[in-house]
């Protein structure tokens, strides 16, 4: 059953995607992130997106597990810094060991550290391969656009925003 899904949305649209019967599931967003439209455009024009990455080329498909966070800014298109990932900083700092068990089970807080980390950090949109109920409701509360991208190149999806184009 396909539905409607709120907030996955790339930049203005409505999220459509696969719905589980209780309601939960992941979806894509449709539309262009506008640059001069953009709900969370900056008075200064500009907008800073991030990146969830294991190689600073492709999206992750965890944003708890993944190495690292790539910070692009824009209309530019600009790398502006790619960083640890503060997840996999408390996984070694804390010598947890990560079980193959359902992301939620794993108690890392992902949900909640990592919007509040994007936040400080000034993000206005967080590009991921697909997000969980949680982290995406934090982000949504905290003013940041959650965006599932159709590509999972991050130097192609840079290119389609700077073209305010489909992501």
């Given at each position: 059953?396909?539905?409607?899904?709120?907030?996955?949305?790339?930049?203005?649209?409505?999220?459509?995607?696969?719905?589980?019967?209780?309601?939960?599931?992941?979806?894509?967003?449709?539309?262009?992130?506008?640059?001069?439209?953009?709900?969370?455009?900056?008075?200064?024009?500009?907008?800073?997106?991030?990146?969830?990455?294991?190689?600073?080329?492709?999206?992750?498909?965890?944003?708890?597990?993944?190495?690292?966070?790539?910070?692009?800014?824009?209309?530019?298109?600009?790398?502006?810094?790619?960083?640890?990932?503060?997840?996999?900083?408390?996984?070694?700092?804390?010598?947890?060991?990560?079980?193959?068990?359902?992301?939620?089970?794993?108690?890392?807080?992902?949900?909640?550290?990592?919007p509040r980390f994007l936040?400080?950090?000034?993000?206005?949109?967080?590009?991921?391969?697909?997000?969980?109920?949680?982290?995406?409701?934090?982000?949504?509360?905290?003013?940041?656009?959650?965006?599932?991208?159709?590509?999972?190149?991050?130097?192609?999806?840079?290119?389609?925003?700077?073209?305010?184009?489909?992501?």
């Amino acid at each position: 059953m396909f539905g409607k899904r709120n907030g996955l949305g790339r930049g203005e649209g409505r999220g459509h995607g696969m719905r589980l019967r209780d309601g939960s599931g992941q979806g894509r967003g449709r539309g262009a992130i506008k640059l001069n439209q953009q709900k969370n455009l900056k008075k200064d024009n500009k907008m800073k997106v991030a990146f969830v990455t294991n190689n600073g080329k492709t999206v992750a498909k965890h944003i708890g597990l993944a190495k690292k966070i790539a910070f692009y800014q824009f209309p530019e298109g600009e790398l502006i810094e790619i960083i640890e990932n503060p997840i996999m900083e408390k996984i070694k700092d804390k010598n947890i060991v990560i079980e193959k068990d359902n992301e939620g089970n794993r108690r890392l807080h992902v949900g909640t550290e990592i919007p509040r980390f994007l936040k400080i950090k000034g993000v206005d949109i967080f590009i991921t391969y697909a997000f969980g109920k949680g982290v995406k409701d934090n982000l949504l509360k905290l003013g940041i656009t959650p965006v599932v991208p159709e590509s999972h190149n991050i130097e192609e999806i840079v290119q389609k925003i700077k073209q305010n184009q489909e992501v």
